[in-house]
């Protein structure tokens, strides 16, 4: 594929999602080489995966479980290893839930903070 994004390595947190997928196929027809990033929802990960590629793009996916703070690093080293140096980042993958706010506990709120912050933050300081 070739556009605007040909050859240069992407990398798409949470590209198993509605956003993630539709983000990577944009990034893909632009030409883009993509890690797809994903923490629970491997099967749709890899259908994806296999989309780019039956359409002539390049596609792996990564899993990576955002909640610890050494996976960011895990997951561009491991995206940088099997594709080259990442291009582009799109911290896409956040975590929320809808409860009533005296029932959110501290380990919900720090896990929330993790994903949703300090992820991100560790994304782009190993890229």
Not at 22 to 36: D, H, T
Not at 48 to 58: D, F, N, P, Q, V
Not at 64 to 90: C, F, H, I, K, S
Request: glycine letters at 12%.
């Amino acid at each position: 594929m070739d556009g605007p994004f040909s050859g240069r390595v992407a990398l798409i947190t949470g590209a198993s999602g509605g956003i993630g997928q539709a983000l990577a196929r944009r990034l893909a027809a632009s030409g883009a080489v993509l890690a797809l990033g994903y923490g629970a929802h491997g099967r749709a990960a890899e259908a994806l995966a296999a989309e780019i590629t039956a359409a002539g793009g390049t596609a792996i996916t990564v899993r990576a479980d955002l909640r610890r703070a050494e996976a960011p690093g895990q997951l561009v080293r491991a995206a940088a290893e099997a594709l080259g140096p990442v291009d582009v980042l799109v911290s896409n993958a956040g975590l929320s839930r809808v409860q009533l706010l005296e029932d959110i506990t501290a380990a919900q709120f720090d896990e929330m903070l993790a994903v949703n912050l300090r992820a991100p933050l560790l994304l782009a300081q190993a890229g």
